[in-house]
């Protein structure tokens, strides 16, 4: 019972729904979302106030502007997508704090919210703490 217990508070730990994204993102100024996509993903569609990082580009160096206070947030585009895991993992290795949007955009838009880019779609937008 104590492993099974272990293993969901480390879940909710390391991962959060749009739902809890979307209400942190309304009274939390520490968060950075991360869209770990490739570029284009981005410019076609993306959560509002995500930062642009694909996962291939993470290094130090490409980092090193980052706040290491702040804790991100990674997501892709959902169940067939791991550039979210991709991400969070080589941010966490770099020594940031890291959690993952369990389904992706896809699973944001679902839920009723927001997107920008040049294929956005229409939702529950937003009242940043930002």
């Known amino acids: 019972m104590k492993e099974q217990i272990k293993y969901y508070e480390s ?3 390391y991962e959060m729904d749009p ?3 979307f209400a ?4 939390d100024t520490n968060l950075v979302v991360v869209d770990a996509r490739q570029a284009f993903g981005y410019e076609k569609e993306h959560i509002p106030t995500a ?3 694909p996962h291939r580009e993470i290094t130090p160096e490409s980092t090193q502007d980052l ?3 702040k804790t991100y947030v990674c997501y892709c585009d959902g169940i067939g997508c791991n550039a979210s895991t991709k991400g969070a993992l080589k ?4 020594g940031f704090s890291v959690r993952e949007l369990i389904g992706g955009i896809e699973w944001w838009k679902f839920d ?3 997107t920008e880019g040049s ?6 937008a937003i009242q940043c703490a930002c």
């Open 19 to 21: 739902s809890d994204l």
């Open 24 to 27: 942190s993102l309304e009274t």
């Open 119 to 124: 294929m956005a779609t229409q939702g529950a």
């Open 51 to 53: 930062i642009n990082l």
């Open 91 to 94: 941010l966490a290795k770099l």
């Open 112 to 114: 009723g919210y927001a």
């Open 11 to 13: 879940k909710l730990t």
């Open 67 to 69: 706040d290491t206070s």
